[in-house]
């Protein structure tokens, strides 16, 4: 059983910068497909980004892509969400989230396909 904790958020104006981090522990790391969820008030959990147990293979979603960049390192059980020109509209508790059981090279996208998740870190953008 994976045991995940985030950290690095904040409070941040938009335009700016802030890098989530979160380490693993439990069985071994890159058995894992890692992914980075978050949900705002009100709304329901959705996927942000993920990362394929070799770390080869990267996945976004639309409302971030070309603004984040998720990566891991499997040497310090760590994967790490870096995000740049933060909107305010990316205002959310953002989560960590391990998937066991996929190929090497594969992103699961869904949330049902997760099977361990962190406390969250809030992350919130002022205009």
């Known amino acids: 059983q994976a045991q995940l904790v985030e950290s690095g958020g904040g409070l941040v104006q938009a335009g700016g910068s802030l890098r989530l981090s979160c380490a693993a522990s439990g069985r071994t790391f890159n058995s894992y497909s890692m992914g980075w969820f978050r949900q705002a008030p009100g709304k329901e959990r959705e996927f942000a980004a993920g990362?394929?147990?070799?770390?080869?293979?990267?996945y976004y979603a639309d409302s971030v892509k070309g603004r984040f960049t998720i990566s891991r390192d499997n040497a310090l059980n760590t994967v790490s969400l870096q995000m740049n020109r933060l909107k305010p509209e990316d205002t959310a508790v953002y989560y960590c989230a391990a998937a066991m059981g996929f190929s090497n090279d594969y992103v699961p996208g869904s949330r049902g396909s997760y099977d361990y998740w962190g406390q969250g870190t809030q992350v919130t953008v002022s205009s």
């Open positions: 990362i394929s147990r070799s770390g080869g293979s990267t």
